[in-house]
């Protein structure tokens, strides 16, 4: 009973945001005859994002290579305290 429960409600999970999918490209495209869209506010969206997305991978890019230069340090030190 808990399975099909649990599967029931995993499958409402995916049609809401199927609905919501469709509801977001139909903001976004418009539709003919009724409503015009907003193309032009959603390039400008995606230009002003570009920066940020960039700065967040780079920050975490540069995080993780320094904390690859720590772990390559420790692992010296340890190696060197094996070898004694």
């Not at 230009?47 to 340090?73: C, H, N, P, R, T």
């Amino acid at each position: 009973m808990g399975d099909n429960m649990s599967s029931a409600g995993n499958i409402l999970k995916m049609l809401i945001g199927i609905v919501i999918l469709v509801a977001g490209v139909v903001w976004y495209s418009g539709i003919p005859g009724y409503f015009a869209g907003f193309w032009n506010e959603l390039l400008v969206l995606i230009e002003g994002s570009i920066g940020l997305f960039l700065l967040f991978v780079g920050l975490i890019v540069a995080w993780m290579g320094y904390d690859d230069y720590k772990m390559d340090q420790e692992m010296a030190k340890e190696e060197k305290k094996e070898e004694k």
